[in-house]
């Protein structure tokens, strides 16, 4: 009797905590950016991000989207895509435009010059826009081919959770370069860390496709290094790098 007259309580308790949960999901993997975006927005200096990040997270999240098409999971894994890439765009268009005013001499390069050496190192927004359509297109029609193929889906999912399980090399490779974590948000790669460890309890526990489990481990543990190289290079401050005087290495692009 007792147990009876609590499940109509149990019921939409469970039920709001299945919507928290996907609303946490759905959204975020969004938050470790607003800090970041409000630090390079106050000081309108982008050194200390690796706009690889970005270009980690479109290619990642556009093969996740794709891989939908060929194996239908969670929906709100499917809207975290989404709004984790106009998320990324928001990112690129600011740091595009702060680098941009800071280098007024730099010569202008696009993605119409098809010059490897300046790759994902372009002045205008609109150029990274026009490369992730591009991207998209190839990726799609290709997927469209390829869509009744097993191994192809299962291949494609794993390089997308794989994508995003790099997610971190990019700034981790960027902060080993100046010796020092400065410009980066820790308060960015601490919701990372959180982030990642939720969102792969939250695969496990429902049962996702074997490859996002294993990716958002491998995930965690980047976090973790980077974490180390903020407590190293804090305490234990290191002479940076010298660099050969280059456009496209000068600044975190």
Known sequence: MEAGGLEWLLVPMRQLV???????????????????YRDIRRTQNAEGFS??????LLVANIL??????GRRFESPLLWQSIIMIITMLLMLKLCTEVRVSNELNIKRRSFADFDL???????????YVQCVLTFTGVTGYITYLWLDSYLFVET???????TEAML?????YRNYQNRSTEGMSVKMVLMWTSGDTFKTVYFILNQA???FSICGLLQVFVDIAILLQVYLYSYYPQKPVSHTAHPASTKAL
């Open 18 to 36: 299945s919507w928290g949960a996907a609303g946490a999901m759905v959204f975020g993997g969004v938050v470790p950016y607003i800090p970041q």
């Open 51 to 56: 706009t690889y990040v970005c270009l980690v």
């Open 64 to 69: 996740r989207i794709l891989f939908w098409f």
């Open 117 to 127: 050496n300046y790759f994902w190192h372009w002045s205008k927004f609109t150029d």
């Open 156 to 162: 494609l999912g794993f390089l997308a959770v794989f």
């Open 168 to 172: 971190g090399v990019p700034q981790l």
């Open 209 to 211: 496709p074997f490859q």
